[in-house]
């Protein structure tokens, strides 16, 4: 519940994506219309077509998530981006940050919806928002899902801090993994200088793609300490009776 004490609903990770995706669309298509529309003022004034190049991008990640609780894409897939202690829109600063956190950590940031209380991805837990729907009395139950809570009434969880720990060794270990195997199937001039052939080029995806569903598996069963080296036990059935 929020300060309100109103139960949030929470939106399918999936959700979320499709949100992403949509907003990626319509973004390069914008972005690219306004760019066609500004050749004449590149040729007159590089500052001006600099500025004129910022706004539309402010204008649809910060701005709208600012003053209207959500992107085109939010809005489409029903979602609302709101304070996480209060039901209220950001400001156009934390707006800001959290665009910007979001294009540094990439999809990485995604998977940890999947594993937070408040369904949180690292932009949303780094800036204190959260994602809920906009209108939750219109979606189907599995489509809503209330705060997640580890059940600690039947098992001992390990504690966050030694969870963090073999959660990350498990994902540089993967890494490096991921590393050999790539030196050992690409070439060289591939792998130092860029030079790869269609082959080689989609051999680093598939081994890219398997690295980051590897990372996204790791973190989701260390943290629901499912992961050797951090796994939760279960509880006796009369402790569990007595807590």
């Known amino acids: 519940m929020d300060s309100a004490g109103t139960e949030v609903q929470y939106p399918r990770l999936l959700r979320r994506v499709r949100a992403f995706l949509i907003d990626s669309v319509l973004f390069i298509i914008i972005i690219y219309t306004w760019m066609i529309s500004l050749q004449a003022l590149a040729e007159a004034h590089v500052v001006l077509t600099i500025l004129a190049l910022i706004a539309p991008i402010m204008v649809l990640e910060p701005g709208l998530v600012a003053f209207t609780g959500g992107t085109l894409g939010h809005h489409i897939m029903g979602l609302r981006i709101r304070d996480a202690s209060r039901d209220e829109n950001i400001g156009i600063l934390r707006a800001t940050a959290r665009a910007i956190i ?65 959660i990350s060794l498990y994902v540089l270990l993967s890494f490096i993994v991921v590393s050999v195997l790539g030196a050992a199937l690409l070439s060289l001039g591939c792998s130092t200088m860029n030079r790869c052939s269609a082959l080689e080029n989609l051999v680093a995806n598939v081994i890219g793609i398997i690295w980051f569903l590897g990372a996204g598996a790791i973190i989701v069963l260390g943290w629901r300490g499912l992961l050797y080296g951090c796994r939760r036990s279960s509880l006796p059935q009369n402790a569990s009776a007595d807590s």
């Not at 928002?129 to 390990?158: C, G, S």
């Open 102 to 166: 979001r294009t540094f950590l990439g999809w990485l940031s995604f998977i940890f919806v999947l594993v937070t209380q408040r369904h949180q991805a690292l932009h949303d837990f780094f800036t204190s928002t959260i994602v809920v729907l906009r209108r939750p009395e219109t979606h189907p139950a599995h489509e809503k899902f209330a705060a997640r809570t580890e059940d600690h009434t039947r098992f001992l969880y390990p504690s966050k801090s030694r969870r963090i720990v073999v």
